[in-house]
């Protein structure tokens, strides 16, 4: 078969160039892999989002059931009883609620048998960091409570991970060994901690349910938008060399 002609009566062929090629195959192959990329992220996410939600509306478990578990439970849900230390509060940081700046309010949790555990009481705004201007949920005496179950730590990359400030108590993520020496609290759980659940507490502060159980998911884009790309660059590629015959 000949090649087609072009409106003036010159035939076309594909001649690629050699430096357009060396440009153009490695960016397509990165483009490729960050949409397989995503694609994989796509998947996990999913993963994660059915793991937590069907964990969160499990029947509660015991927190020692969690505690022994040597793949972990994050995220199901726990019953405690005991009693909340209110003058050992520490504070979580740089938190928001519906686009209002605030701190997650991490309280000791005394259980009978003298272990204690840190429970995330929930959000207030900065203006109530302050335990005298929420004072009303300061409960006192012997509680009941559930929550999720979460593991500790930096959740993010560790070269954007920021510092936490004992001295101000002023805390970025959970450490627990850190935070049970802030405290100068014995018998501190240091392989977990509870997501206090939504019920409301006397005075509206703290907000409890904090825990995200639905993710955001926008790797199915972001995949799309790597390979959209990729087959771009590759239509710019064959147009581009597909030349008149010069021969």
Do not use: C
Request: a negative charge; proline letters at 6%.
């Amino acid at each position: 078969m000949s090649a087609p002609e072009t409106p003036l009566g010159g035939k076309r062929r594909f001649k690629p160039t050699f430096w357009a090629t060396v440009a153009t195959i490695p960016a397509m192959i990165i483009m490729l892999g960050l949409g397989t990329w995503q694609v994989q992220r796509l998947e996990w996410k999913r993963d994660q989002i059915e793991l937590r939600q069907e964990r969160s509306v499990a029947p509660a478990v015991s927190l020692d059931s969690v505690l022994d578990a040597p793949d972990g439970k994050e995220f199901f849900n726990v019953g405690i009883t005991g009693r909340f230390l209110h003058d050992k509060e520490l504070y979580l940081a740089a938190r928001s609620s519906n686009g209002n700046v605030g701190q997650q309010i991490i309280t000791p949790f005394e259980m009978a048998d003298g272990r204690v555990l840190l429970v995330n009481r929930g959000w207030v705004p900065s203006e109530k960091r302050d335990p005298a201007t929420r004072s009303e949920g300061q409960i006192e005496g012997e509680q009941e409570i559930e929550g999720l179950v979460r593991f500790g730590g930096w959740k993010g990359y560790d070269f954007i991970r920021p510092d936490n400030d004992p001295v101000k108590n002023f805390w970025f993520y959970v450490d627990f060994e850190a935070m049970a020496a802030a405290s100068g609290l014995e018998n501190v759980i240091q392989t977990a901690y509870l997501d206090a659940g939504p019920k409301a507490n006397p005075g509206g502060f703290p907000i409890g349910g904090q825990t995200r159980v639905k993710l955001r998911n926008d790797h199915f884009e972001y995949a799309v938008t790597w390979y959209a790309l990729a087959l771009i660059l590759a239509v710019i590629y064959f147009v581009y060399h597909y030349r008149p015959d010069e021969d």
